[in-house]
């Protein structure tokens, strides 16, 4: 048994304690208690209240001491949908962007999703492992403590299970965990767009033989489809979940992003893990989410990045009872960014969400969405200590500075594995 750790003097503490997921008024209660504590023992949360009451428990007198004076303590953020395996960045095409070339007219010639998959299939395991690594100390770096990766970058089998090894690889030899999806129906390959029928054949690959293979290896938890226009249609959609569901992978879908496919309805229909993106849905769309278990995950990060004036409808989600949850979508096409911070940042000025809404996205709704809120998303007694610790004396400071970095600690199963201070002193 490790030496339990006590963590006190904390402004504030947000505890988003009680049930998940949140639903429209309930998404602003983020259980904060002043003058209080944490206990951490074994990996676990062993104790979290009044400071008078955790250090009235047993194991408190001999826990080792993490002084939190005048910052706050939040559950470490649950990153729900990044594309964290690719081979390099495409700046490149971000200056096409600025000037005047729309994302989808860079994907007609080459550019975007196929270039990241000609990068990734020249690129060796160890390179991409490399720099997933790097981004994965970044991730804890900003706080965040378990992170959704999906494959999609490879459209082969060779390269899929490149991807999906990795992340299993990547779980074990470092300490944030990663929950695996396999995306295969990111966009159809080069190789397939010039055959005859090739929509169909590559349809056909990956519900015959990637998805039987992936689900026999135990690489992925859930299947996603990027839904949309220039990608998969939503019969296509449907066939690719429907399979995936059959080999027991949980469907995810990226719908309604710059344009309206009905994915969100089909993903609502499916009974998904996740409807992500949602920038272009309607009233209906709304409704059907609301009354659904699927969570509506947005990310504003990419609308951001690639300077897009209309961002998902966040409030009136919220106000309809949708469970929303936000993500960065780490990805080098549209979203390049592994800071959940400024990701807030962005839902409070953009998606005029209150700092204590998004805080819950991020935090237990993005924990449902991964079908893990028993284990993490809130400091309460027996969940994984995944523990975040901001230099900040007031939770709203956490959005409200952008682009700079007030993650001061980051605790992972118990065990600090980033911390400024540590940082400026070796
Ligand atoms: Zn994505």
Known sequence: MSIPTLISGASQILTLRGRGPRRGAALANIGIIKNAAVLIADGLIAAVGSRAQVEAHPMASGAQQLNATGRVVLPGFVDSHTHLIHAASRANEYELRIT????????????GILNSVSKLRAATSDTLKQRAHLALKQFA?????????????????????????LHKELCTEQPLDIVSTFLGAHVIPAEFRTQKSGVKKYVSLLINK??????????????????????????????????GKRFGLRPRIHAEQLSRTGGAQLAVKLGAASCDHLEKINRVDIRALAKSKTTATLLPGCDFHLGLKQYAPARELIDAGAIVALATDYNPGTSPTVSMPMI??????????????AITAATINSAYSLGRDKQI??????????????????YRDIPYYFGMNTCHTTIKRGQIIYSKSQRSTT
């Open 100 to 111: 005047g070339a729309s994302y989808e007219e860079i994907a007609k010639h080459g550019g």
């Open 141 to 165: 770096a900003y706080g965040t403590t378990t992170v959704e990766a999906k494959s999609g970058y490879g459209l082969d089998l060779v390269s899929e299970l490149k991807i999906l090894k």
């Open 210 to 243: 990637l998805i039987p293979e992936i689900a026999s290896q135990k690489l992925a938890e859930f299947c996603d489809v990027f839904c949309e226009r220039g990608a998969f249609n939503l019969a296509q959609s449907k066939q690719i979940l429907e399979a």
């Open 344 to 357: 807030l940042s962005l839902a409070c000025t953009q998606l005029r969400m209150t700092p204590a809404e």
């Open 377 to 394: 998303g809130s400091l309460e007694l027996g969940k994984l200590a995944d523990i975040s610790i901001f230099d900040v004396d007031d």
